[in-house]
């Protein structure tokens, strides 16, 4: 049986981390890069004395690539959404852009100079941000068994930190392509031919057999991110991957919270 010929002609992996501020170059935030036929390899700024990404500079290489023709499948490590819960709490509509606004103006974690820290102590803005609970969980994050929820601060492990300062940017994403990233599975479960793709990932679902071979925790993590992406639309198990079997209340509870790709 031949496989189906792959979606995607790029695959990029993201480490994300949300220490810090927008502007900072951080050792925790790593990127890898897969453009087949060449292997990955990992990707640093070209600019800067110590080479590490920030969080804008980070933005600024992605956007540079989703504005090319290459449709590019790309997989970053924080959650996309927030539990059901908050948007009951908050009285928003069950709608992913909605959220997005929401969270931007709250948390302006994509400001020079602000970090999560400045917007959870209550250092800038207009008062403390409108709170979760960590003992909410996403459909997503219980199904995996192991997934910390998005308000789960200062603990090992912990996504909250990221989460809260990875939406702002995705945000930006969305108003610099709107329709011309799918951002899964927000925009559908199914991905359109040609187009990029933009999905939350679980490193864990796949680091732990691979060796690290030199790479740091954050660049082995982005580099299993991107290879996993690049085997499942090579052996055609992407599809699978894009159309998860859900049981219905996941299913109603992924439209505005999202869903973790790869886990089925």
Not at 27 to 56: D, K, M, T
Not at 74 to 86: K, L, M, N, R, T
Request: charged residues 25%; proline residues 9%.
């Amino acid at each position: 049986m031949v496989d189906p010929p792959p979606r995607f002609g790029r695959y990029v992996g993201i480490d994300y981390s949300g220490a810090a501020a927008a502007d900072e170059p951080l050792s925790g935030l790593a990127a890898v890069e897969i453009h087949p036929p060449a292997p990955a390899r990992i990707v640093r700024p070209s600019a800067g004395p110590v080479r590490r990404w920030s969080r804008r500079s980070l933005h600024e290489w992605l956007t540079e690539g989703l504005a090319g023709d290459v449709p590019t499948l790309v997989g970053i490590d924080h959650g996309f959404s927030f539990p059901e819960a908050y948007f009951e709490r908050h009285g928003i509509t069950r709608n992913w852009d909605e959220l997005l606004d929401f969270v931007h103006r709250h948390w302006p974690t994509d400001r020079d100079g602000v970090s999560v820290e400045d917007v959870r102590r209550n250092r800038c803005g207009k008062g403390p941000p409108p709170a979760g609970d960590s003992r909410w969980r996403r459909a997503c994050e219980r199904r995996s068994g192991s997934a910390k929820s998005v308000f789960h601060f200062d603990v090992q492990g912990s996504v909250a930190k990221s989460t809260h300062a990875g939406l702002p940017w995705l945000c930006n994403l969305r108003r610099r392509f709107g329709a011309a990233v799918h951002v899964w599975p927000f925009d559908g479960w199914t991905v359109p031919e040609g187009v990029h793709c933009v999905a939350e990932v679980y490193p864990r679902l796949w680091n732990r057999t691979p060796p690290a071979e030199g790479r740091t925790p954050d660049e082995h993590d982005a580099w299993c991110v991107a290879e996993a992406l690049r085997a499942a639309d090579r052996s055609g198990a992407l599809g699978t991957w894009f159309a998860p079997q859900l049981e219905p209340a996941e299913r109603s509870a992924a439209a505005c919270e999202g869903w973790i790709l790869g886990l089925t």
